[in-house]
């Protein structure tokens, strides 16, 4: 079986680029706040449609996490596999609380910010704990997780009471408060990502050597075409799934906003069946078109998500932190652009700097197994 599947990791390696441009907007583009989800009231048309394309990032990366400890699997034996997410998991998870939190909002902060990182550490945990069930049942698990967990929003947890911190890491996006005067901010609640990562194992089979990539092509676009259909049908209920959406008077482009306006903290029903429909349908055509040029410079940052996520995140600070030494505060407070079209211009210009250290990264990782801590980044 080969190492890499090419089509995984140029989709990962998508979602990777598309992340950079929402980072460079919370760099250069912090005096203009976007809400999550966006308001199709106010939000700017241009920042709207870059939130919606980034919105790709998390569910997609999630759920091929899931496909790779499948895969993993198929080479080791159960033990190992576990052995593996656990501590991968936590490798994840303290990167999140001792380098990017630190890294993104200042050292001397008392907040300690749970985000994506953190989220994919508990996922593989939680996984680990899951794969000796039989596929089916984690496929209802996962899919029971996702479709069934919008019926506890109602369900809001006040500081003080037992069962709040777990409700909060869960389900819950809000603020936990620590010993020393820390806070924990749950910026991704767990509890529908773990359902994405399930969902992601139990699918692995599809990538076995007996199965052609056409094969598996008209299955993820026949996947996909299904999801998006039910996305449609259930959102034009504005029942179940998420928040209504609404017409905007005299607007029919906000109107449009407001339809594709998801709720990603944590991902509604809705939000997930875009995205991973989405997702779905640029898998199927990344199989089909192989390895050919445009796919395989994805891949490489594919190939080495972890290095790339802390390598421009750290890039970024840098510039930042370099910028507003040189120039001062520009916008209010803070350093920043006045136009999302530099942001625009930033992020051109920055693919191809960064694609180098990635691609040796991803060589030297894939030339040096016998350095057994390069399989956690």
């Known amino acids: 079986m080969p190492a890499r599947i090419v089509s995984i990791d140029a989709l990962r390696g998508l979602v990777m680029v598309l992340m950079l441009l929402d980072h460079l907007r919370e760099t250069w583009f912090l005096h203009v706040p976007v809400a999550d989800p966006i308001d199709a009231r106010t939000a700017l048309p241009a920042l709207y449609l870059a939130r919606l394309a980034v919105s790709l990032c998390a569910p997609i990366f999630i759920v091929?996490?899931?496909?790779?400890?499948?895969?993993?699997?198929?080479?080791?034996?159960?033990?190992?596999?576990?052995?593996?997410?656990?501590?991968?998991?936590?490798?994840?998870?303290?990167?999140?609380?001792?380098?990017?939190?630190?890294?993104?909002?200042?050292?001397?902060?008392?907040?300690?910010?749970?985000?994506?990182?953190?989220?994919?550490?508990?996922?593989?945990?939680v996984l680990a704990a899951l794969i000796g069930l039989p596929r089916q049942v984690l496929f209802a698990v996962g899919l029971v997780i996702v479709c069934g967990h919008n019926l506890l929003d109602p369900i809001r947890l006040q500081p003080g009471q037992p069962l709040f911190p777990v409700w909060a890491l869960l389900h819950q996006r809000d603020v936990i408060a620590l010993p020393f005067g820390l806070v924990a901010k749950t910026t991704y609640p767990v509890l529908p990502w773990i359902g994405v990562?399930?969902?992601?194992?139990?699918?692995?089979?599809?990538?076995?050597?007996?199965?052609?990539?056409?094969?598996?092509?008209?299955?993820?676009?026949?996947?996909?075409g299904a999801m998006l259909i039910a996305f449609a049908l259930l959102r034009l209920t504005n029942g179940y799934g998420d928040t209504p959406w609404f017409i905007v008077e005299g607007s029919g482009l906000r109107t449009v906003m407001s339809f594709f306006a998801l709720t990603k903290y944590p991902p509604s029903l809705l939000f997930l069946l875009l995205t991973l429909g989405t997702g779905a349908l640029l898998l199927a055509a990344l199989e089909r078109i192989g390895d050919r040029p445009p796919v395989a410079a994805l891949a490489v940052f594919g190939g080495a998500p972890m290095?790339?996520?802390?390598?421009?995140?750290?890039?970024?600070?840098?510039?930042?932190?370099?910028?507003?030494?040189?120039?001062?505060?520009?916008?209010?407070?803070?350093?920043?652009?006045?136009?999302?079209?530099?942001?625009?211009?930033w992020y051109a210009g920055l693919i191809v700097p960064l694609y180098g250290p990635t691609a040796w990264f991803a060589r030297f990782k894939a030339s040096r197994r016998d350095i057994a801590w390069l399989k956690y980044l």
């Open 64 to 125: 091929l996490t899931g496909v790779a400890a499948y895969l993993f699997g198929t080479r080791h034996t159960l033990a190992e596999t576990r052995a593996y997410l656990v501590k991968r998991g936590l490798v994840l998870m303290a990167f999140e609380v001792l380098y990017l939190s630190e890294l993104y909002w200042g050292v001397a902060s008392p907040t300690l910010w749970l985000q994506v990182i953190w989220c994919i550490g508990v996922c593989m945990i």
């Open 197 to 224: 990562i399930v969902l992601g194992y139990a699918i692995g089979p599809w990538f076995r050597p007996g199965i052609a990539p056409r094969m598996r092509a008209r299955r993820f676009a026949a996947l996909g």
């Open 307 to 345: 290095f790339f996520y802390l390598l421009h995140l750290t890039v970024l600070r840098l510039l930042y932190h370099g910028a507003s030494a040189i120039w001062g505060a520009t916008q209010g407070s803070v350093f920043g652009v006045a136009d999302y079209g530099w942001v625009l211009v």
